[in-house]
Structure formats: C-alpha cells, structure tokens
T-cell receptor, first 112, second 110 residues
Framework: DSGVTQTPKHLITATGQRVTLRCSPR?????VYWYQQSLDQGLQFLIQ???????AKGNILERFSAQQFPDLHSELNLSSLELGDSALYFC???????????FGQGTRLTVV | GQNIDQPTEMTATEGAIVQINCTYQ??????LFWYQQHAGEAPTFLSY??LDGLEEKGRFSSFLSRSKGYSYLLLKELQMKDSASYLC???????????WGAGTKLIIKP
C-alpha cells in the first residue's frame, strides 16, 4: 500500500458525460501528479500540483481540468467524454516536485 | 526537446540476467528513476540514480552515466514474477516534472 488513495476504482460512463476522479495523497506529501495510461501504452503526464498551485502541465486536453484543495487532496475532472478517454488514470504524490513519486492504484475509466 | 528511449519488449529466461537500457535527452537533469509496473497495476519505485555509477539493491541494480545520457537496470536471478513493464523516468530540474519513457515489457520464460 503506497498510502495514496484513489476513488473510484472503476467507472463506466457514456460518451458526452462528465466525471470526477479523486485522489488523497500520502500524509505529508505536497506534490500531486495525474497520469493517463491507455491500454498497453506508457504513462502520459497530465498535470502536477504543489501545495495547492499548478506546477506543470503536460498533454492535458482542454476538456480535462484538475485542482488541489487546501487539505491537499486533488480532483481530476473529465468532461464531454469520448471513447478514446477510456484509460487508467493514476494519481501519484511525493514530498516535493521531482522526488520519488508514490502511485495510487488508479481509476479505470471506461467510456461506452 | 525531451526524449527518453527504452526498448519496447525484451524476453529472458528464468534464472538468467537481463539488462534494460534507457537513454535520455532532456534540457536538464536532476536524477533518474526506475519503476516496475505489473499489468493493470500501479507503478512501484525500484531505484534512483543522481550520480554516475552503480546502485545495487538485492537482485536489482541500476547504473547511470550522465555524460552519455544513459542508464540501465540489471535484473539478476530472474523469477517469473519479474515479468512486468519497467519504466525509466528523468527528473528534468527546470520544472521538476518527471519525464517518462514508454516502458520496456519484460517477458520471463521458464
């Protein structure tokens, strides 16, 4: 158990819908990262937060947004969902940007 | 630009030794990580190199050459449970973002 909690574990939704994925980082970690991993693909970095502020942005679509709250938990919002958005979404946390990242078990999103 | 290269897939025999290479081109460098990921599971941390040389941790060792932009992960006494993807990631210190390779899928055969 990495100490990073992601909910829900599985999510099935229809195209055009909106979903929110939640992440609770390890106690004491200030950095939160979101990644997308499509079937048999590598990790694609989406976005990073540090102590509530956006720190770095990767290949995140405009339909996607995220935020980190004062209690350091983070949410990833995916809207106008398309079939191609089906993937594993991982959240990771670390003490500081660039430190070893600890991954949650992921949310498997299926868009039908 | 940023680029990390790893072989897509490798096959090895149980009990043998395998070396997984990673080459990188980044605008900065502040350390290199190796992670193991079993199918459908979360990546887990294996090793971290920031200085040149070899870091040994049990059956796994990782090597770094900063001048060559090169690292390898060495797995000894391979076990069937070592079948997984191995991900190389570089901490590019300009914005502290981890740049990830696509991963090497390692298949272990009896």
């Amino acid at each position: 158990d990495s100490g990073v909690t992601q909910t829900p574990k599985h999510l099935i939704t229809a195209t055009g819908q909106r979903v929110t994925l939640r992440c609770s980082p390890r106690s004491g970690d200030l950095s939160v990262y979101w990644y997308q991993q499509s079937l048999d693909q590598g990790l694609q970095f989406l976005i990073q937060y540090y102590n509530g502020e956006e720190r770095a942005k990767g290949n995140i679509l405009e339909r996607f947004s995220a935020q980190q709250f004062p209690d350091l938990h983070s949410e990833l919002n995916l809207s106008s969902l398309e079939l191609g958005d089906s993937a594993l979404y991982f959240c990771a946390s670390g003490p500081r940007p660039g430190d070893e990242a600890f991954f949650g078990q992921g949310t498997r999103l299926t868009v039908v | 630009g940023q680029n990390i290269d790893q072989p897509t897939e490798m096959t090895a025999t149980e009990g043998a030794i395998v070396q997984i290479n990673c080459t990188y081109q980044t605008s900065g460098f502040n350390g290199l990580f190796w992670y193991q990921q079993h199918a459908g599971e979360a990546p887990t941390f294996l090793s971290y190199n920031v200085l040149d040389g070899l870091e040994e941790k049990g059956r796994f060792s990782s090597f770094l050459s900063r001048s060559k932009g090169y690292s390898y992960l060495l797995l000894k006494e391979l076990q069937m449970k070592d079948s997984a993807s191995y991900l190389c990631a570089v901490n590019e210190d300009s914005n502290y973002q981890l740049i990830w390779g696509a991963g090497t899928k390692l298949i272990i055969k009896p």
